[in-house]
């Protein structure tokens, strides 16, 4: 057995306790923030919303604890799937009682493993999930089950990010970032205990570098904006927050391809005045608001290509004017 399976197969044999699943996320976490031995690194995104699933506004990387009650649940279905079976017959000769007949034999006083899985079929019951009483022939499926433990046991966040596949994911992920304003602007670095004389803009230094100004109201951004509006005829809202802007309020409806296409350009240009203006901290570089929207128009284009899979998508046309792909 390979060193991966093995916390798969504990966690599908014996309930973890609370203060070994608390570590195991607490490594996860660590590990998704870049966290190493030598340099402790910020906790952007509050770890039960990267665990939430998509549709309640999470990451939906889902937790370990939930993962344990998924591959428990398995044995619940499995006793009662194959009662059979030379293991469902030995539960059955330990743990079923003559007096008190239960389609879920479980004796407390015998120690061992078992004695854990009635208390998981309590715990699903309580969000409604029965898997003792799953329809003859149903399949069982781990990840579908781990789905819903998800589904009823996670907060439900008020911002969804409606994440698109024609977009890197890195990129798609830094976009729900700031929509959150939980980028490394230098106003969310001071809330966060950095310290810093005044968290001011690179570009203009009139203001303090939050996420909406650095990303929309600067002058430097205003100047990218409104090209990108003008080489997409759409007015892209850049007068509020950043939801305001991703939420497209004024595009065609959210399947439609023209509206994909608009998010591209939305999260696409989000990403590259980010870069732009990480340039100007770091490597104290100055860049043209022109060049940043060239850099918009090709991104955009071989994400496009290569993901959008758009038809007759041309460079020529696409470099000039958007709105004939809409
Ligand atoms: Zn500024």
New binding site residues.
Partial sequence: MGKFCLPLYYLSLFKAPGCVLSELESIRRKFFWGDTQSAKKICWVAWDRILAPINKGGLGVGSLKNANLALLSKWLWRLNADPSSLWAKTIAAIHASRRRPNPLPAKKTIPGTWKNIPVIHETLLEHNIDIVNMPNGAEFETKEIRLEIEAATSTDFTYKHSWLSWIPKKVDLFAWRAALNRIPSKSELVKRGVQMPFP????????E?TPA??CL?????SDIWRQIKQWCAFDFSTDGTIIDLLQLQSAPPSHSKSHKILRLIAVCSLWHIWIARNNKIFQNQNTHAKSVVDEIKSSSFLWLRHRGKIENLDWIKWSSNVSCFL
Avoid: Q, R, T
């Fill in positions: 001011s803009c690179p570009w203009c230094f009139a203001n570098e100004h650095i109201s600067c002058p430097m951004a």
